[in-house]
T-cell receptor
Framework: AQSVSQHNHHVILSEAASLELGCNYSYGGTVNLFWYVQYPGQHLQLLLKYFSGDPLVKGIKGFEAEFIKSKFSFNLRKPSVQWSDTAEYFCAVSIYNQGGKLIFGQGTELSVKP | DVKVTQSSRYLVKRTGEKVFLECVQDMDHENMFWYRQDPGLGLRLIYFSYDVKMKEKGDIPEGYSVSREKKERFSLILESASTNQTSMYLC????????????FGQGTRLTVV
């Protein structure tokens, strides 16, 4: 079965530190990749997505992610985090020709200290 | 704005009860999903539907069933609720096709006592 693995369960950073959250998936075919964010008390919302083309994808709030096909990875990055980035981050994969079925990773809780 | 509305934010049910969780979307999306969210386990897919009356099992369908009689509505049914089904349940919808964004409801926190 396809799966998505996020390496870090809980990350604690100080403001202005750089962020990188790891995501790997297990499927050899064509995929679409997503990062979703869930702020405390809010519903999940899309941060960014990779569909095709440039493997470096820019999203909202200064986030970006790089798709490395050979490593089955889609890591999320931000050069300088803010306290307001405190949230839970989920990586997700949609398998080509499975109608948009989304498989999520375990999530990474990010705590940013002011 | 896309809206995915779940009928309840909080529910408390007794063991053995039949439980219905309702979800409605207003964007004419073909796909609808039910996930459960548990700490450390992320979102696990229970069922999804890509058309009216069509459904596919996700990773953890045991103990659940679904109904999609109308395009905008997707119901999750717990046939006989058990305490291990205490969880946050999330509904989502998206257009059919590649790379389409899923939109989520606010979730239903179900407690089975």
């Amino acid at each position: 079965a396809q799966s998505v693995s996020q390496h870090n369960h809980h990350v604690i950073l100080s403001e202005a530190a750089s962020l990188e959250l790891g995501c790997n998936y297990s499927y050899g075919g064509t995929v679409n990749l997503f990062w979703y964010v869930q702020y405390p008390g809010q519903h999940l919302q899309l941060l960014l997505k990779y569909f095709s083309g440039d493997p470096l994808v820019k999203g909202i709030k200064g986030f970006e992610a790089e798709f490395i096909k050979s490593k089955f990875s889609f890591n999320l990055r931000k050069p300088s985090v803010q306290w307001s980035d405190t949230a839970e981050y989920f990586c997700a994969v949609s398998i080509y020709n499975q109608g948009g079925k989304l498989i999520f990773g375990q999530g990474t809780e990010l705590s940013v200290k002011p | 704005d896309v809206k995915v509305t779940q009928s309840s934010r909080y529910l408390v049910k007794r063991t053995g009860e039949k439980v219905f969780l309702e979800c409605v979307q207003d964007m004419d999306h073909e796909n609808m999903f039910w996930y459960r969210q548990d700490p450390g386990l992320g979102l696990r897919l229970i069922y999804f539907s890509y058309d009216v009356k069509m459904k596919e099992k996700g990773d953890i369908p045991e103990g659940y069933s679904v109904s999609r009689e109308k395009k905008e509505r997707f119901s999750l049914i717990l046939e006989s609720a058990s305490t291990n089904q205490t969880s946050m349940y999330l509904c989502a919808s998206s257009f059919l096709g590649q790379g389409t964004e899923a939109f989520f409801g606010q979730g239903t926190r179900l407690t089975v006592v």
